[in-house]
């Protein structure tokens, strides 16, 4: 088969290989979790529990707040010790609601099967979807439930499934299509149904042939496309996957919608398998534990709220001492500061502990303009002018070429032979240009 | 457990620019050589030469204009090669020495040291040495025969009979047809096949194996076409350069040369002469894809190559003493890189055409 791509990105070494081949494990019931209300793009969700209630797992604590906001439920059964402040994953303050377990993981749902979705109404689907508070299970976190309903006037034609997990590090996503490909392709199914797109594509980079076999072989039966892509970073980037597969572009701050596409994570697939045919609501995630510091690198299915130190114990703690820990991938992922009351959220695809040698920073130089990140830039700008551009202060020059269209997806600064710092000094510069706008 | 926070990415590709420099002068290393092996240990002085008084001037540089500045980035070293590469072997080693002083403090650290320079320093060391002392820039040595006496000579003078004779010197096939105002390739050919005779009436033959390995009369660096070409493949390999530049550069010269080489219209010989006899591929693989001192986008880079193809056909054609255009071309299109940038910005995916 053909591997599809873009224009642009680069080929970055892909560091999965100590994760990939290793089948899921799930991990035990933890004491006690502590699940943030905001783990998504939008309102923070709000409690519904308070201090000493008992709670059971799959139960809702935090009732979304708006249209654009998502449920969140308690991850295991027993009681609410508290409700506290925590720092997110994405560098936001959260209340967040502490559960004891109580060792029983009683369930709040009936787990009972309903494998007949094909009989269900649409309004059906998408509640169960809003009341299950899935999100985009890639790290993005934008509800489901509202990237699943277009606009009026627009139209969801095609459907593409990612599965290009293209950060390094990660391979929750490849574990997910490996172990799961049945409740993946309901799910999918069901969204196909639900939206009444009329093509589905599966988007795989070909550094996993074993899930590229299994889902062609699997999809069959339900006439879906598994597409083949040339593993090359940032190849899961919404924009880029739509290019590869469609040859068509998004526009420049448009939505997939605007070309009648919506792109969904492998994980949130499965996710809406999980809710609408065994009523389970999303507490539980699959999550890719690597990184040169990590004794024994794991994929495993955690409950959402786990913190990272438990996790760390699971996988045989630190073989070396870490400098860095990062939530998500190592490309566009977030250092943390602590391990201790930081916890696995929906969005928590990797975590990832590197040593200090690991992590160090590179010599700095001059920019040399070499040209890289303009080569390899996925959305075709000129990163090092526009970080030349906000250094300087001159924020309008720096939107005339379009700065505001940079994704953050880190290749121009993985690429960078000067170390320049490019995706922080556009980040700077992209919220100057909005901050001047709002004035 | 002290953890650090930094803004994503958080790998980095392990090329720094510490590599992207000792790299290009690994891909020069194959030419230099050459260089060596033909014109002999005069040539390995003069580049010897340029390196440590570029590296000397760097360091003075750098302390007096309090400039950053690392020597061992390998950049004033680059520098110094590539101005010794476009030396002629018998450069008195004084004169060597104020070229690469000049293309270290001239061409680069007044603008700021590295990375801000608009020309590209040894060929503006070149260019000043050109001006300067035109007649010993363009003496140029016949090869002579590898570890031979006149091989070991560090002066150029060489010994015929009882006599010494200072610098020997011989017409570049360029500058030969240049002088003798030929007027077809197959006319030079006929030349060159019965040999060139140096200062001493010494004769020297040449054909076109000899044209391609660099067994003819130029710069130190400019004269193998296969070692530049083998340097140039590894920098290609490695990315560290692009087509953008040197495909245009050499194709719009070979077409040019067909064209218009000669009297007549269309001849393929002249093509060849104007490929491997001068400094094209030194020029089109390693001076014109000086990173600094080019445009970055890629539109940009392929103008630019455009443009110095076209100028290094302009100045060897038309120009009434330079039998050699690539430096001043280069240097020309480095003084448009600024503006060329300016006008070439890439489409920004999303944008425009294939959205209509």
């Known amino acids: 088969m053909k591997s599809l791509s873009f224009t642009g990105g680069f080929h970055i070494e892909e560091y999965k290989g100590s994760t990939e081949h290793l089948a899921t494990e799930k991990m035990g019931l933890p004491s006690k979790v502590i699940i943030p209300l905001s783990q998504h793009i939008g309102a923070p969700a709000k409690p519904v529990v308070k201090k000493d209630d008992k709670v059971k797992t799959g139960q809702i604590i935090g009732q979304m707040q708006g249209y654009v906001s998502a449920n969140i439920h308690a991850s295991l059964s027993g009681t609410v010790i508290e409700i506290i402040s925590v720092l997110t994953p994405m560098g936001r303050k959260s209340s967040a609601v502490v559960i004891e377990s109580d060792g029983q993981d009683e369930k709040f749902y009936d787990a009972s099967e309903n494998q007949n979705y094909k009989d269900l109404k649409k309004e059906d689907i998408i509640k169960t979807i809003t009341d299950a508070g899935i999100v985009g299970m890639g790290g993005a976190t934008f509800p489901t439930h509202v990237k699943l309903v277009p606009p009026k006037g627009k139209e969801i034609k095609t459907i593409i499934i990612n599965g290009a997990e293209c950060e390094p590090f990660l391979t929750a996503d490849h574990r997910t299509m490996i172990e799961f490909p049945e409740e993946m392709l309901k799910g999918i199914d069901i969204i196909k149904q639900f939206t009444g797109a009329e093509k589905v594509y599966i988007g795989i980079e070909n550094n996993k042939p074993d899930a590229i076999n299994i889902l062609e072989e699997k999809s069959k039966a339900y006439k879906f496309e598994v597409v083949s892509l040339q593993a090359k970073y940032p190849q899961g980037a919404e924009k880029n996957l739509i290019a590869a597969i469609m040859k068509k572009e998004v526009p420049s701050g448009g939505l997939p919608l605007d070309v009648g596409v919506v792109v969904q994570n492998v994980g949130t697939a499965k996710a809406v398998y999980d809710a609408v045919c065994l009523n389970t609501p999303l507490y539980e995630r699959i999550v890719t534990v690597s990184g040169n510091s990590i004794h024994k690198p794991k994929n495993i299915i955690v409950r959402v709220g786990t913190e990272f130190s438990e996790i760390f114990k699971f996988c045989g703690d630190f073989s070396l001492e870490p400098a860095k820990i990062i939530s998500g991938g190592p490309m566009m992922g977030f250092s943390i500061p602590f391990i201790e009351n930081f916890s696995v959220t929906k969005g928590t695809s990797g975590i990832l502990a590197f040593s200090k040698e690991f992590s160090q920073e590179k010599e700095k130089y001059p920019c040399i303009k070499c040209a890289r990140c303009v080569d390899h830039c996925p959305m075709w700008l000129m990163p090092s002018k526009i970080e030349k551009l906000g250094n300087a202060g001159l924020f309008d020059e720096a939107e005339k070429i379009a700065a505001l269209d940079c994704v953050e997806c880190g290749t121009c600064a993985y690429v960078c032979p000067a170390s320049r710092p490019l995706v922080q000094m556009i980040r700077y510069t992209k919220s100057k240009i909005i901050d001047n706008k709002n004035r | ?356």
């Open chain 2, 1 to 356: 457990m002290k953890l650090n926070i930094t803004s994503s990415p958080h790998i980095h590709s392990p090329i720094t620019v510490k590599t992207v420099m000792w790299d290009v002068i690994l891909a020069l290393l194959p030419a230099g050589f050459v260089g060596i092996y033909f014109f002999g240990f005069k040539a390995l002085a003069v580049i010897l030469t340029c390196i440590i008084s570029a590296l000397v001037a760097e360091y003075v540089a750098g302390k007096v204009l309090k400039i950053e500045f690392c020597l061992l980035d390998g950049s004033a070293c680059l520098t110094g090669l590539l101005l010794a590469f476009c030396l002629p072997p018998a450069t008195p080693l004084w004169i060597a020495a104020i070229g690469s002083i000049v293309a270290i403090i001239i061409g680069k650290s007044v603008f700021g040291g590295l990375g801000k320079n608009v020309f590209n320093p040894a060929l503006i060391g070149r260019a000043f040495l050109l001006a300067s002392w035109p007649a010993f820039m363009t003496s140029w040595s016949p090869t002579v025969k590898f570890l031979s006496k006149d091989w070991f000579s560090l002066s150029g003078k060489i010994v015929k009979g009882k006599e010494i004779i200072d610098a020997v010197s011989m017409a570049t096939p360029l500058g030969y047809f240049k002088e003798q105002s030929l007027t077809s390739g197959a006319h030079f050919f006929a030349k060159v096949g019965q040999g060139l005779i140096d200062s001493t009436g010494q004769v020297h033959k040449m054909g076109l194996w000899d044209m391609i390995v660099g067994n003819i009369g130029g710069c130190i660096g400019e004269t193998s076409a296969v070692a530049l070409l083998i340097g140039a493949i590894f920098l290609l390999g490695r990315g560290h350069i692009t087509w953008h530049i040197p495909a245009p550069t050499i194709i719009t010269v070979a077409i040019l040369g067909y064209v218009f080489g000669s009297d007549k219209l269309f001849d393929p010989q002249m093509m060849f002469i104007h490929l491997f006899c001068g400094g094209l591929f030194l020029g089109a693989f390693f001076m014109a894809t000086d990173m600094v001192t080019t445009p970055i986008t890629p539109l940009g880079r392929i103008i630019f190559g455009f443009g110095c193809g076209f100028l290094i056909f302009m100045i060897r054609k038309f120009s009434g003493s330079y039998p050699e255009g690539v430096c001043y071309a280069i240097l020309i299109m480095n003084a448009f890189t600024p503006l060329i940038d300016r006008f070439t910005s890439p489409r920004v995916f999303g944008k425009g055409a294939a959205n209509g």
